[in-house]
């Protein structure tokens, strides 16, 4: 079992508390898991709470002697009620909380614990610092990428005519856990589900559903309105794969295009003009732009091509990014997007997707996880990145 080292923790606490100071907070608490297990290093049940000028205490609902395996921190504590937390804290004025994602009635009950304070919405603060990625999470997220490339090779041994998406889903998702994929990918949402893939293929990729991406799928019911279906894959059609992995909490996003038989000239062409966005863009990224510049850019490098109607979306389903950050959420700092206003970081690690929707046809796409590294950018999910006919 690997564990967040000491060190990597101590330094993502104290980049925290230099935050923390700038915001006037004197504490923090976190009770979303994906932050408090980025702080800690342990996804036991728990509510983690960082003071301006003391130690980090995490204290445990459930399970003590995992959490104590699992953490460096020195101070691990068993809790049963919020009045056995307020007797190891001082009074404070103002207190960081995640108020992005914590529920209001949970809001209500801890203002009656903690008394008097002002409550200041830490989340934008976690969300920066997680920002730009340390040396041990880009490993992490390389060995992802590495159960990743081995699960695309099998593309060829398990697609065939005739399948649905969803069993060819479900087949690559068995592989990928036999690799050590969790099969999960979190997202920051109260309403978000997906599965860790979407499959897509001929006219379900033009069908746009709940989720803010370019094509949504069809999926398996009004109850999972969302990816692979019950259709079954034909000759002569375009098969998108997005195929996300997820190893040790950490993910890559990857997508890639396929077909049996033959790929209709539409889709070929298409592909290739993705795929010029995609390292035009990151060219510029080098260049030091700001996200909504780099998106802008994209937007007129599709209208040049004659795609600007199709790209990212098509009429009212366009999407409003080109990229997102990944690490232990699938959607994280940086985006480029429409409405973010800062460059990429040397440290950096994102998902680029330049993707077409033809309306009643099809789709075709692109992505890649890309790091930021010593001025320049590498292609962490390097798999082959032609269109593979079956």
Known sequence: MLYTPEKEISRRIEKLKTLMEKASMDGAFFHYKIDYYYLSGTMQDALLFVPLQEEPILFVKRELTRARRESPLNLILPVRSAKEITKQIKPMKRVGLQLDVLPYNDVLKFREVI??????????????????????????????????????????????EGMTEIELGGMLEAYAKTLGHEGLLRVRSLNYEAYSWHIISGKTGSIVSQSDSPMGGLGLSPAFPVGASMKRIK???????????????????????????????????????????????????????????????SKRLADEMGYGDVYLGYGSHKVRFLAHGIGIELAELPFIAANHEYPIEEGAVFAIEPKMVFPKKGACGIENTVLIEKGNYRIITDGDEDILIL
């Open 235 to 297: 000759r002569g059609e375009p098969i998108l794969i997005d195929f996300g992995i997820c190893y040790h909490g950490y993910q890559v996003d990857q997508t890639r295009m396929y077909a049996i038989g033959n790929m209709p000239e539409l889709y070929v062409r298409a592909y290739e003009a993705c795929r010029e966005i995609l390292y035009r863009v990151l060219d510029k990224v080098l260049e030091g732009k700001k996200s909504r510049e780099l998106f802008e850019y």
């Open 115 to 160: 008394g008097d304070c002002e409550l200041i919405n830490v989340s934008p603060l976690t969300k920066e610092l997680r920002k730009v990625k340390s040396p041990f999470e880009i490993g992490l997220i390389e060995k992802a990428a590495d159960i990743q490339k081995k699960v695309y090779k099998m593309v060829p041994e398990f697609l065939r």
